[in-house]
């Protein structure tokens, strides 16, 4: 008896259907509460990590006003104003973020995206989309890398008054990617063949699978 395995081409497009051959592989629910909760903790320390390091760059590009920027006021009318400030921000980050993801999703399928709201996140899907492995990977990248970047050149190149604004905006998005940095990082484990189906509060990936083995003539 041989075996006789041939690895399916990798699909080159997002399909409603699973192609023949495909199996799930591995799967990540943030349902879970013990991944909710580590991914909480993680994304404790990637705040005080993208802190340090926005920070740094702020100082770096804009010395005075970024230091300016980063003296805190803790005096009652200062300190409600800012209260104010990091809620606004934080309501547009969580908008954006997922706006960029839905984004993503729409530009490769051609489909309205779903969005909603779980305990402690928020999300975009294409739950009845089965992604490519590289595509997914831009998606699930996208929302760190242009809030990063446009937040760097407003802190670059913006008014004083806004550094502080694009500091938080900046770090809290970074931080609250942690999920999305978790399934990127799971899903560069697989072969380039794997293909990904995102339900929201559960990311599916598929690998081809193979044949049976064949008795030698």
Request: glycine share 8%.
């Amino acid at each position: 008896m041989c075996y006789h395995y041939r690895m399916l081409r990798p699909a080159l497009r997002p399909t409603h259907s699973l192609p023949e051959g495909y199996a799930l592989r591995a799967a990540f629910s943030a349902r879970e509460r013990r991944t909710l909760l580590l991914l909480n903790l993680a994304g404790l320390a990637l705040l005080i990590l993208f802190g340090w390091r926005f920070a740094a760059l702020a100082l770096r590009l804009r010395p005075l006003d970024a230091a300016a920027a980063l003296s805190f006021d803790f005096s009652g009318a200062q300190l409600l104003s800012a209260v104010i400030v990091v809620l606004l921000l934080t309501g547009l980050m969580l908008v954006l973020h997922e706006a960029i993801h839905g984004l993503g999703f729409w530009l490769a399928t051609g489909a309205r995206p779903t969005f909603g709201i779980g305990r402690g996140y928020a999300y975009a899907a294409a739950p009845e989309w089965y992604l490519p492995r590289s595509r997914y990977l831009w998606i699930g990248l996208a929302p760190l890398l242009v809030i990063s970047s446009l937040a760097v050149l407003v802190i670059a190149f913006g008014p004083p008054v806004l550094i502080g604004p694009a500091l938080l905006l900046a770090v809290m998005n970074a931080s609250g990617a942690v999920g999305d940095l978790w399934v990127v990082y799971l899903l560069l484990r697989q072969p380039p063949g794997a293909l990904v189906c995102d339900r929201g509060d559960e990311v599916r990936f598929y690998l081809p699978q193979p044949p049976p083995p064949v008795d030698s003539p």
